[in-house]
């Protein structure tokens, strides 16, 4: 099964929907920052990813943007950055050809993903 790589952040009003997206997210994305995810996502399942979270937020004031991720990323981590949760390694570096490979571990499960 093939998967795109999504990087979900929001921004929620209430503390309620807030922690419920929260909890939600964790179960089926790594956690990358307090408002932020990478979420794994088959395709042709984003639809349901985009349903679940529509059924815990306020449209009219809550923000949320889900970005999709291209295959070759060029990360940059700074400060704390660098030891966010669910970031293992760069595990691959072509420098020569820009191609960089980096590896998630989902917190719960201990997953591996990779992006290319």
């Known amino acids: 099964m093939h998967h795109n790589a999504y990087l979900i952040a929001y921004d929620i009003r209430s503390p309620r929907r807030l922690a419920k997206l929260h909890r939600t997210l964790k179960k ?4 990358v920052q307090k408002s932020v ?3 794994h996502v088959e395709i042709g399942n984003l639809q349901a990813l985009k349903d679940t979270i529509n059924g815990i937020i306020d449209e009219v004031v809550d ?3 889900i970005y ?5 990323i060029d ?3 700074m400060g704390e950055a660098k030891q966010a949760i669910g970031l293992t390694q760069l595990i691959n570096d072509d420098s020569r050809n820009k191609s960089r490979t980096f590896m998630f571990t989902h ?3 201990n ?5 290319e």
């Open 63 to 65: 923000d949320v943007r």
């Open 111 to 115: 997953d591996v993903k990779g992006l």
């Open 68 to 72: 999709r991720l291209p295959a070759n």
């Open 28 to 31: 089926i994305a790594i956690p």
């Open 75 to 77: 990360l940059h981590l």
């Open 107 to 109: 917190p719960l499960t």
């Open 37 to 39: 995810f990478i979420a």
